[in-house]
């Protein structure tokens, strides 16, 4: 097992693993730029080194200054979390080579699912079922229109290094495709430095449904059961469940082992998600592969009772995964709290907490790294806590959401509690009828 653990990254996804680190007896090294001097992580970790300015591409993106911490302070593994540099090959190649070990995947496995056109063939090579389209990279728009007939519109035109939206453009109809060609490219050229474009047949009424995944050095594979993420704004998501309320014990059975042939048949190390888009007629279609933990992962832990950062350290250190797929036994919700106004277009919402009030209370977690007095910074992501509420059912645990969030006490700044308080009496959600659609039609009003 490891003597001493990196963590690079920030906020309460730090503190997450630190946590773990702390209960399996391992130290912990905090990095951090000087704009989180005042992050819990920072004050909590065995030791924190100072890794640069407050720009992210300066400081949780620099790695030479990263691995410069892992040396000085004589760490032999580097935990990266969500976000940053969770997903850089690069990076993880340079841990090897340092002698660190780099906590997830291989370079090679991040390689190959993080491109998504070539993760789609890995996935259609493993008998996964994916989306009709393109057959790799689109060479030109003529091409693009010959395949968009072919498969019929609408169609969804992706960015190959996509995420988070960017890139990705809907098309109904064929005059409309050479606009959404140049913008979609111009978009992901400015913001990944690769405008390779890939196009699929656009999933309607779709549903967000991911599977949690684990595998270990020996090629063995388990999933964790689903988690329904369709509900999101910009293709970033607010909420999440588990178990799906669209889902039956055939459809978790048949994606569990989709899921799970598609990690063993990669040979795929560590915690990840295969992401599947499903039809309203319960067709599932491989979307993409997270090759890290996710933001979401609580509600898992919630329903099955399992610390999913102590089994991707268990698993980076060669330690055998039982093989045991998991269902819940609960249920579970997860609303994202974000210094953003949900009243004026969710537009971010930086400064100092003056009051904080956690809700607690039977099957109310709170994954959080800020406190009264706390200053968000206004150079990283938006979200500061993540509120779960686990219960025997699911009406019971919008119950409980209801009750937590009416408890929770963020002053000083904007945050998105009365969005989600809203959300959760709103008809369609209490029903679970909901796609990733769902943002479209909602009518926020701020109370």
Request: hydrophobic content about 35%; some cysteine.
């Amino acid at each position: 097992m490891f003597k001493k653990v990196l963590i690079a990254n920030r906020g309460e996804i730090a503190l997450r693993v630190l946590r773990t680190c702390r209960e399996m007896g391992i130290s912990t090294v905090a990095v951090y730029s000087k704009a989180d001097k005042d992050s819990l992580h920072v004050r909590f970790a065995d030791e924190a080194v100072c890794i640069g300015p407050a720009a992210s591409s300066e400081s949780y993106l620099n790695i030479p200054n990263i691995i410069a911490a892992a040396e000085i302070t004589n760490a032999d593994a580097i935990h990266p979390g969500y976000g940053f540099l969770s997903e850089n090959a690069r990076f993880s190649r340079i841990c090897s080579e340092n002698g660190i070990k780099f906590i997830g995947p291989s370079p090679e496995m991040i390689e190959r699912m993080g491109d998504k056109a070539t993760a789609k063939e890995t996935m259609k090579a493993a008998g996964v079922p994916t989306i009709p389209g393109s057959e790799g990279l689109l060479d030109s728009y003529e091409e693009a229109l010959k395949i968009a007939k072919e498969i019929g519109f609408p169609v969804m035109l992706k960015a190959t290094a996509g995420g988070g939206g960017k890139g990705m453009r809907a098309v109904w109809k064929a005059e409309d495709l050479l606009k959404a060609w140049e913008s979609a490219r111009q978009e992901a050229g400015a913001a990944f430095g690769n405008d390779g474009m890939y196009m699929e047949k656009l999933i309607e009424e779709p549903r967000h449904i991911e599977i949690q995944v684990v595998g270990d050095q020996t090629g063995k594979a388990c999933h964790l059961s689903e988690r329904d993420c369709s509900i999101q704004r910009r293709h970033q998501k607010l909420t999440e469940e588990t178990p799906s309320p669209f889902m039956t014990a055939k459809l978790r059975k048949s994606m569990g082992e989709a899921a799970v042939k598609a990690c063993e048949y990669i040979k795929y190390e560590g915690a990840g998600t295969i992401e599947f888009l499903v039809d309203k007629h319960r067709n599932f279609y491989f979307m993409e592969m997270n090759t890290r933990i996710q933001v979401e992962h609580p509600i898992t832990e919630q329903v099955i009772d399992y610390d999913l950062i102590r089994e991707q350290i268990k698993v980076a250190a060669g330690i055998t995964i039982s093989g045991k797929n998991y269902e819940p036994k609960l249920h579970s919700i997860e609303c994202r709290i974000n210094a953003e106004d949900p009243a004026n277009d969710f537009r971010p919402s930086p400064g100092t907490i003056t009051t904080f009030h956690a809700p607690g209370g039977h099957g109310v977690r709170l994954d959080t790294h800020v406190y009264a007095g706390y200053s968000i910074p206004p150079y990283y992501d938006s979200m500061i806590a993540k509120l779960i509420t686990t219960a025997q059912t699911r009406e019971e645990a919008i119950d409980k959401m209801r009750r937590a969030l009416d408890e929770f006490v963020i002053e000083g700044i904007k945050t998105t509690i009365p969005f989600h308080r809203a959300l959760m009496d709103d008809p369609d959600y209490i029903a679970g009828n909901y796609t990733t659609k769902f943002m479209e039609t909602f009518k926020y009003k701020d109370a």
